[in-house]
């Protein structure tokens, strides 16, 4: 069932009911300012971090679902309805909501009064603009009232839930004329604001919460709204809130704009204020006069819509697959750069609260976006690597604000150091800027330790080499990727976190998945430091690489897949030899992508067990069967009920390791089945069982094991972004980034038919690219034609410096 449809021309999805089974997101803003907003104009703003510097209030687990955000009231007569339908939910003549990149679009209809609501943060203002028209479609006047809602958080969002005993008595605002200053501790230890406005004279406003709703009342039914009238109020101490009262009056096919801006503005502490606990306005004057007209938020918008149309045109295909081509030009990029922006940090589903931005997580989200911003992946490579520490270990999280390590999560998840090769490795190999390695880069951001990246890529890779188990494996510490497979824990009282209780390190427990991670990495480590010229460096590499394969295929194999780890009393975990949770999936995938097995015939066996024993029709669950009691010495992976989860669901993120992997022996049939089906734009006419939006990836779908198979979780923020744009962009499609120029390599289906082009920006090139295959062969490139010259041997188009556009032909055969 679908809810609404894909409009590839404009890069939009368009939402034909308010009644979604779940609310459908999109994200505002890329660089410092960003909004969350959904299809009911549900959501909320901050600027660069989601916990520090919140600027509205939202309220998770809340009845009825997705109530907060910035809401509209129009008031005509005894009606009241919102351009979004939430929060008053009166039924509309006509609904439509547009979310494309960067902004969203309402459009609704009641009693022949039409409301456009546009919603979209500028490139370069620290502001969310909302421009709303309203076109009389009737033959008769009307006059009608607007309220505009937002509802101020207290900047601190975990102190704003919890801290009651100060925040009732703190909240503090200005009003001049259309303007209303949130300056909430902003006389002591603030010098940031934020400001909330409309381009119009208006009849009133209010800034006090318990005013505008009314005494146990909610915003469903506000006093104020009711009344038809705004009481004016000033917030002293309470709940701070901002909202505007227009009243207008439209002719018979009138239309008129009015255009609120919700902004954060900074003052330099010795400009703090122009009078005594007068704020400094001037930054709030500037950036308000620049969205006064619609002609400034028309150039705003183009603006906005340029700039996704330079971003996205740096990867392009266009082929018989529709559904492939708009996720490949369009979505699954969008997703990439907004997991770029929040890693897990901001979303439905993560609060903002509890995770800054993951060391593991950015690292990984940098594979799927550094063709897009590399000037930026270079600023996120070192944030990353000046959390790590002297022994190469690092920081699970961070806060995007301060750059610290977050102390409260620690370290101990022994997959983290490879994870800095993988995406320093990427960002080489896309713009061949090796200075970066010459960096001086500190550890736990003490810049007294700062030594060149490439000396943190070799803590990186060492840390795995020191801190090996019984069986020359990886030890897991913590946890490896997956955070719930905790073989070091051993909790067994509520309330104790999985990945901080307990000790951090464990002398046997080790991980076939990090060997797996290490064999692949290594050997692009080793890559770097031959290119480079650091021989010596480069064949101790390899030497420990070759180790490594020796020792998974030695103990990490289980006769028909590989082991996916040793516990802490170095029991097999993810074999035969246990009664739950026998294969997992995550050694079988990364292991194959990393070359373990390939020629020796193991590869094939463990990605057959694969389709055997973890496949269903909605994705590849993470184990079987599933845990059906509590293993203390696994951890949180055992205490999730069957099929959720880490605990048997489908882990979209996952998934494309497989479709890798099977690329890697050929099988393109395969890896596209795969791919298929955790792709949103191919499982839309199942909205109704999947429920998260259809236009980006989930974390989590419920596996064959759950009492609701098939329905997604945890939408957007997800590894699965960047990796399923790997998946099909590199293993699929074949275009890899190397050392030595783009190599174009396609392991293809069946239904991409005999021919398909691509557009790929590579460095300072544009490569136009014509894949042929006539016979339909799924992988196997016969010839390579460059600018009209055959190359013999080789699917690397060699780079050329200063070199603009190169025309390419893949024949396959």
């Not at 909240?171 to 604001?193: L, P, W």
């Not at 406003?205 to 915003?219: C, I, K, P, Q, W």
């Not at 505007?244 to 204020?273: A, R, W």
Request: overall charge negative; some cysteine; charged content about 25%.
């Amino acid at each position: 069932m679908k809810f609404g449809f894909f409009d590839d021309p404009n890069r939009e999805y368009v939402i034909t009911t308010p009644k979604t089974p779940l609310p459908w997101i999109n994200y505002l803003g890329s660089t410092a300012f960003f909004s969350l907003i959904s299809n009911t104009c549900g959501g909320y703003s901050f600027y660069k971090d989601a916990k520090l510097l919140r600027l509205t209030r939202y309220r998770y687990n809340n009845i009825p679902n997705d109530e907060g955000g910035r809401y509209y009231y129009i008031k005509e007569g005894d009606t009241v309805w919102n351009p979004g339908w939430m929060p008053v939910k009166t039924d509309l003549d006509s609904y439509e909501c547009r979310h494309g990149m960067g902004y969203s679009r309402f459009t609704s209809v009641k009693n022949g009064l039409e409301a456009s609501l546009l919603a979209f943060v500028p490139l370069n203002d620290n502001c969310e603009v909302n421009q709303i028209k309203f076109t009389n479609k009737t033959s008769e006047k009307k006059s009608f009232t607007l309220f505009s809602y937002i509802e101020f958080c207290l900047w601190n969002a975990m102190d704003d839930m919890t801290n009651y005993q100060r925040n009732l008595n703190t909240g503090e605002v200005e009003v001049i004329g259309s303007t209303i200053y949130h300056k909430t501790e902003y006389r002591e230890r603030r010098n940031h604001f934020a400001v909330y406005s409309v381009n119009t004279p208006v009849d009133g406003f209010d800034t006090s919460r318990d005013e505008f709703l009314g005494a146990y009342r909610g915003v469903t039914d506000p006093q104020v709204v009711e009344e038809g009238k705004s009481h004016d109020s000033i917030t002293s101490g309470w709940y701070p809130i901002g909202s505007h009262q227009i009243n207008v009056e439209l002719e018979p096919g009138e239309t008129k704009s009015f255009i609120f801006v919700l902004g954060y503005c900074e003052n330099p502490k010795d400009e703090k204020f122009t009078a005594p606990n007068v704020i400094n306005k001037k930054p709030a004057d500037e950036l308000l006069a620049k969205y006064q007209t619609d002609e400034q938020v028309d150039a705003a918008l183009a603006a906005l819509k340029a700039n996704w149309e330079d971003l996205l045109s740096k990867f392009t295909v266009k082929s018989d697959e529709e559904k492939l081509d708009r996720m490949v030009n369009i979505w699954n990029q969008y997703q990439c750069m907004v997991t770029f922006n929040m890693s897990r940090s901001a979303s439905y589903y993560e609060s903002g609260i509890g995770r800054g931005m993951g060391f593991r997580d950015s690292c990984q989200d940098l594979l799927g976006f550094v063709h897009l911003i590399p000037e930026r992946a270079r600023e996120r490579i070192i944030d990353i690597a000046s959390t790590q520490f002297p022994d190469g270990s690092a920081y699970h999280q961070y806060q995007p604000l301060t750059r610290k390590g977050n102390a409260d999560i620690g370290s101990g998840f022994n997959d983290d150091p490879m994870w800095l090769v993988a995406c320093v490795s990427a960002y080489i190999r896309e713009t061949g800027d090796t200075t970066i390695l010459d960096e001086m880069v500190p550890f736990d951001n003490d810049e007294s330790t700062a030594v060149p990246l490439l000396e943190h890529l070799k803590r990186s890779f060492d840390y795995i080499v020191n801190h090996k188990g019984p069986h020359k494996l990886p030890l897991i510490g913590r946890a490896d990727w997956n955070d719930c497979l905790n073989l070091n824990c051993f909790s067994e009282q509520p309330g104790e976190s999985f990945q901080t209780f307990g000790p951090s390190e464990g002398p046997v427990a080790e991980s076939v998945f990090i060997a797996g991670m290490f064999v692949k990495y290594g050997k692009e480590y080793a890559d770097l430091c031959e290119f480079i010229g650091k021989q010596d460096e480069a064949d101790r590499a390899r030497s420990e690489v070759s180790a490594m394969n020796d020792a998974i295929l030695k103990d990490g194999w289980d006769g028909d897949w590989f082991v996916r780890a040793y516990d802490a009393y170095g029991h097999k975990v993810g074999s035969k030899e246990c009664e739950e949770g026998q294969i997992y999936i995550e050694p079988q995938g990364f292991c194959v992508l990393a070359g373990v097995g390939v020629e020796s015939g193991e590869a094939k066996k463990a990605l057959d067990s694969v389709k055997e024993k973890l496949d269903s029709k909605y994705g590849i669950v993470l184990l079987q069967p599933p845990y059906t009691k509590y293993h203390v010495e696994l951890g949180e992976i055992s205490s999730y009920p069957p099929g959720y989860k880490e605990n048997a669901g489908i882990f979209c993120h996952n998934n494309p390791w497989v479709s890798c992997a099977e690329t890697v022996i050929g099988r393109g049939n395969r890896a596209f089945e795969i791919y298929r089906k955790t792709c949103p734009a191919y499982i839309e006419d199942i909205s109704e069982i999947h429920c998260t939006e259809p236009y980006v990836y989930s974390q989590m779908i419920a596996g064959k094991d759950a009492h609701f198979f098939g329905q997604a979780k945890n939408s957007w923020l997800t590894g699965t972004a960047a990796w399923t744009f790997v998946n099909v962009s590199q293993y699929i499609l074949g275009v890899v980034p190397t050392l030595k120029g783009l190599s174009i390599d396609p392991c293809i289906p069946a239904e991409m038919g005999t021919k398909f082009t691509m557009t790929r920006k590579y460095r300072e090139g544009v490569y136009n690219i014509t894949v042929e295959n006539d016979n339909k062969v799924e992988k196997g490139v016969a010839k390579l034609i460059v600018d009209g010259k055959e190359l013999t041997g080789t699917t690397v188009v060699p780079y050329e410096k200063g070199k603009t556009e190169y025309n390419v032909t893949v024949v396959m055969g």
